[in-house]
């Protein structure tokens, strides 16, 4: 097993018998801390052995989630260029999950731009693309069936309006940032530099 050098918490084993076999398996999770406020990945490695399994198969995945310090270096990179073009825009950030990071609403921002933002940073952390007219699988909607998706996925979770990017590192999503407030031009603009601020991209295929 190889691991980067560093200071790891969170330090733990599991061990789980399975059944009346009398096997085990021990899980451990290492969680190192990385240093610098720029860094805005932290990476999460958690390591599955397996003993006397059939197969060895690994139950648990190497993961990378979006930092505080990520978020906040996308957020001021969203308001300082929205504040540059004039605008009041409302930006959220989540995590891959959907799960709120940062949200915040600059001076002069209507409020109902403070749920867009929200939705279109869930759309694009779940579709992880950007929001567009184009459903989970990369396909072209029609307006009859972007209304239709976005009932049946819910308001607060898809919309076809611009805005939306995902936070793509190494293939893997690890979070959405949504922009409302401006036109739909600068949105999108504004939401898609914000990422590539921190080094991530957008792109996870070619769809």
Not at 44 to 73: C, D, F, P
């Amino acid at each position: 097993m190889e691991m980067a050098c560093g200071h790891f918490h969170n330090i733990k084993l599991n061990l789980h018998c399975c059944g009346s076999s009398g096997q085990f398996t021990s899980a451990l999770y290492f969680a190192p801390l990385l240093s610098g406020e720029g860094e805005g990945v932290r990476v999460e490695r958690r390591y599955t052995v397996t003993h006397n399994s059939i197969g060895g198969q690994m139950y648990v995945r190497n993961s990378k989630s979006l930092t505080l310090a990520g978020a906040k270096k996308m957020m001021e990179t969203a308001t300082a260029n929205a504040e540059r073009a004039g605008f009041a825009v409302a930006v959220s950030i989540v995590d891959a999950g959907g799960h709120a990071i940062l949200v915040q609403r600059m001076d002069g921002g209507r409020f109902h731009t403070l749920h867009s933002s929200t939705t279109k940073a869930v759309c694009a952390a779940s579709n992880k693309r950007p929001t567009t007219m184009k459903g989970a699988a990369g396909q072209s909607l029609d307006t009859m069936h972007a209304l239709g998706l976005a009932l049946a996925a819910g308001a607060d979770r898809w919309t076809a309006m611009e805005g939306g990017y995902p936070v793509i590192v190494d293939g893997e999503c690890i979070g959405g940032i949504g922009v409302s407030g401006a036109n739909w031009e600068l949105d999108d603009q504004l939401a898609r530099e914000a990422v590539e601020a921190i080094g991530a991209t957008w792109k996870i295929d070619k769809a």
